[in-house]
């Protein structure tokens, strides 16, 4: 069975950056269709980073500031994210698919697993 847990959320001031990482067991190796989603309060998730087949992916609110990486040694999905902003905060959930079609790597339905999410607060 797939389990996916995200750790390094936590609270910063606007400016400053964290790494959130997402361990997968349950694989034999890391899924080719990893993204990171986040939900704000009275929003709905929304993608942020995604992998699919090695190539990464990124909405533009977060273009130039976060990037995903994966670890296939430790099963392991990381989001380095930089120049944090109030508008970030948001609770980060880590998310996997056996199977994606590139047109589907935003929407949230499409991905079988999930984490239990991390939370990040960002102030200003």
């Known amino acids: 069975q797939v389990q996916l847990v995200e750790s390094g959320g936590g609270s910063v001031q606007a400016g400053g950056s964290l790494r959130l990482s997402c361990a997968a067991s349950?694989?034999?190796?890391?899924?080719?269709?990893m993204g990171w989603f986040r939900q704000a309060p009275g929003k709905e998730r929304e993608g942020v980073a995604a992998i699919y087949t090695g190539s990464t992916y990124y909405a533009d609110s977060v273009k130039g500031r976060f990037t995903i990486s994966q670890d296939n040694a430790k099963n392991t999905v990381y989001l380095q994210m930089n120049s944090l902003k109030p508008e970030d905060t948001a609770m980060y959930y880590c998310a996997a698919a056996d199977a994606l079609w590139i047109g589907y790597v935003w929407n949230p339905e499409k991905y079988k697993y999930w984490g239990q999410g991390t939370q990040v607060t960002v102030s200003s």
């Open positions: 349950g694989y034999t190796s890391i899924s080719n269709y």
